[in-house]
């Protein structure tokens, strides 16, 4: 039966914020949460088995212990959550995975911001812009981000994800960054922490060992970026909307 099984009772939240990070685009997003996870030593406070989900069992460097591969991380003091992923949602399933997470963070008040790339050649910094669900327009207007500057979609499992937010009146925020299509792109994750992530929570994380290690990150990353190369349905992404049309 589909669910989210918490395994850290014993820890209060009060309208806490979740940062996704879904494979997609650039594993913007995947990169972004491993970063807050890592930097902000958080702990693993419950597991997702909503359907969608491959059913595979992951296992870590040094550690006997098998997890699944969907999981939240919190930090207690500063109200938030993490949703790290090792694997795709599958495509298919993605309504199904998007309904199910969306009632359980609607159920318990939480926030989230939802992290997407979108494939773009640039030269200097990604751009990124913001877009939002119930009224949390309000909160990118506070963190001062901006507007998407043309008409786009955001597609794969965040898609549905915002889309399930926008059904359930759940008050959610879009992020949009510049990102390479074909391989881990650690500097546009900087930027959906340093000009996204941060304003929004309240963070301040130090992002500078995105860049300092940012090809040991893309090489550590590069199986998961083909791989979700070849499977492009399943990856996450913003498109501009003549691309449907």
């Known amino acids: 039966m589909a669910h989210i099984a918490v395994h850290r009772e014993g820890i209060t939240l009060e309208s806490p914020m979740l940062v996704e990070g879904l494979p997609g685009i650039g594993l913007v997003g995947k990169i972004a949460a491993d970063h ?17 989900l491959p059913e595979i069992a992951v296992y870590r460097e040094g550690d006997q212990q098998l997890k699944p591969p969907v999981r939240l991380y919190v930090d207690e003091q500063r109200d938030l959550l993490v949703l790290q992923s090792d694997a795709p949602v599958s495509a298919s399933a993605a309504d199904e995975f998007a309904t199910c997470l969306t009632s359980w963070l609607a159920d318990n008040d939480v ?23 119930g009224s949390a327009g309000s909160l ?19 898609g549905a994800l915002l889309h399930a937010a926008g059904e359930q009146e759940l008050s959610s925020v879009g992020l949009v960054v510049e990102a390479d299509k074909q391989f881990p792109d650690p500097a546009a994750s900087q930027v959906l922490l340093r000009d996204g992530v941060d304003p929004l929570t309240g963070l301040d994380v130090d992002t ?8 040991e990150i893309s090489e550590a990353k590069a199986d998961l970026a083909a791989q979700m190369q070849q499977a492009e349905e399943e990856s996450t992404s913003a498109k501009p909307l003549g691309m449907f049309q």
């Open 36 to 52: 807050l996870v890592e930097t902000l030593d958080m702990e693993e406070y419950a597991t997702i088995h909503c359907d969608g």
């Open 111 to 133: 926030t989230p911001i939802y992290l997407s790339g979108m494939p773009a050649k640039r030269e200097g910094t990604a751009a990124m812009y913001g877009v939002a669900t």
């Open 140 to 158: 990118l207007d506070e963190a001062d981000i901006g507007a998407p500057t043309g008409d786009g979609a955001v597609t794969g499992p965040t």
């Open 208 to 215: 500078e060992a995105l860049i300092e290690q940012a090809e």
